[in-house]
Every structure is written in structure tokens, then in C-alpha cells.
T-cell receptor
Framework: EAGVAQSPRYKIIEKRQSVAFWCNPISGHATLYWYQQILGQGPKLLIQFQNNGVVDDSQLPKDRFSAERLKGVDSTLKIQPAKLEDSAVYLC?????????????FGSGTRLTVV | DAKTTQPPSMDCAEGRAANLPCNHS???????VYWYRQIHSQGPQYIIH???NNETNEMASLIITEDRKSSTLILPHATLRDTAVYYC???????????FGSGTKLNVKP
């Protein structure tokens, strides 16, 4: 099966600019996650979708970050305006279910550099 | 927040077994232990998971203590390509959220 697709692979922007990341999960996976990974740290969960509804966005900085998952498939994560501390790898993951023993499949991520 | 504790780094000689420990002393009875690894510039990759019993697959073995407060991931014959950061994760609720700690950086040396 095809994996989780993310684009772009790399992005460099100036602070206060806007940026958007795109994720296409594995076909049929109902649950989609966005993680932020700062260099040297483990991934930090930003938001979780179940189909096209938000399950948890408690760690999403909502003053500048937004995410949507239209039609329960693709998802977009946006940052507006970006700050230097947003420099990180943004990882998308999907899962076929909740509860039980369902694991995640991750994409390769988008590396964002804010200068 | 992560419910696991792992050493920050470990070394292993190529061809030898790599044993990566993880403490999860507050684990609940219905929480699974998962292991993922992350090779440089890639997303985390699933390795193995378990609830109570020891598990083995083509990649690794997972040994969970009887009280479930700790576990060990075993790579039986480590290769240079196993150099990565290994994350031990306890799935914390029924909505399948994974909280990552800082992981263990495994360095496999020739």
C-alpha cells in the first residue's frame, strides 16, 4: 500500500510569513495526526482528526496554527504568522482505527526553517 | 505527556544483540507498549507492540516484565542500518494518541 504522502519536503520562509503543509494519509485510514518535531526532541502531537472532525487540538497554538481535514481525507496544516521557534519537522501520521492496538504510519515530514 | 523513561544513548557492536530498556511504571492494565524508531531525516517507523506477553516479529523481540512496569526491545543482530533513535511509547487512552519522549539514540559501531 502507498504510504503517507507529505509536501513540500523542505520549506524556508522569513518570520511573519505564512506557510502551509499538505498530507495525504493511507487510503481508508480514518485517523490523522500532525506532529511537530524540534531538532533533538521527540515528536509532539499538535492535532488529531477522526474522519473530518477534530478529536484533540489541545497542544495546537491556535493563535497562529490552524489545520483542517476536508472530506475526511487530505489535511492541511497552516502557520500564520511564523516565528523563529516554529523551525521544526512537521510530521503527518495516519491510523486505521482508535482503541485496541492500532499503530501509526508516518510520512517523511516537512522540514520548515524560519529565518 | 510521555509516560516512559529511556536512556538517552547506547552503543552496540555490529552483529551483537542490542537491548534497549524502557521504564513505564505508571502503565495501566489496558495500555499497550509500542516501539518505534526514527532513522535520520525519516518519519518514525513502527517496530513492535505488546500488552502482556513477550512478542517477536521479523524486526525485533519485545520482553515485558510480569508487573508490566518495564520492557526491553531486543534487536538480535544489530547492523549499521539499525543506527537510529528508538522510542518506547505507552498508548495513553482509547483515542490512540501517542506521546513521544526523547527516545534512545542507538549507535551501532563496526
Amino acid at each position: 500500500e502507498a504510504g503517507v504522502a507529505q509536501s513540500p519536503r523542505y520549506k524556508i520562509i522569513e518570520k511573519r510569513q505564512s506557510v502551509a503543509f499538505w498530507c495525504n494519509p493511507i487510503s481508508g485510514h480514518a485517523t490523522l495526526y500532525w506532529y511537530q518535531q524540534i531538532l533533538g526532541q521527540g515528536p509532539k502531537l499538535l492535532i488529531q482528526f477522526q474522519n473530518n472532525g477534530v478529536v484533540d487540538d489541545s497542544q495546537l497554538p491556535k493563535d497562529r496554527f490552524s489545520a483542517e481535514r476536508l472530506k475526511g481525507v487530505d489535511s492541511t496544516l497552516k502557520i500564520q504568522p511564523a516565528k523563529l521557534e516554529d523551525s521544526a519537522v512537521y510530521l503527518c501520521a495516519s491510523s486505521s482505527g482508535t482503541g485496541g492496538y492500532y499503530g501509526y504510519t508516518f510520512g517523511s515530514g516537512t522540514r520548515l526553517t524560519v529565518v | 505527556d510521555a509516560k516512559t523513561t529511556q536512556p538517552p544513548s547506547m552503543d552496540c557492536a555490529e552483529g551483537r544483540a542490542a537491548n534497549l530498556p524502557c521504564n513505564h511504571s505508571t502503565i495501566s492494565g489496558n495500555e499497550y507498549v509500542y516501539w518505534y524508531r526514527q532513522i535520520h531525516s525519516q518519519g518514525p517507523q513502527y517496530i513492535i507492540h505488546g500488552l502482556k506477553n513477550n512478542e517477536t516479529n521479523e524486526m525485533a523481540s519485545l520482553i515485558i516484565t510480569e508487573d508490566r512496569k518495564s520492557s526491553t526491545l531486543i534487536l538480535p543482530h544489530a547492523t549499521l542500518r539499525d543506527t537510529a533513535v528508538y522510542y518506547c511509547i505507552v498508548r495513553v487512552d482509547n483515542f490512540n494518541k501517542f506521546y513521544f519522549g526523547s527516545g534512545t539514540k542507538l549507535n551501532v559501531k563496526p
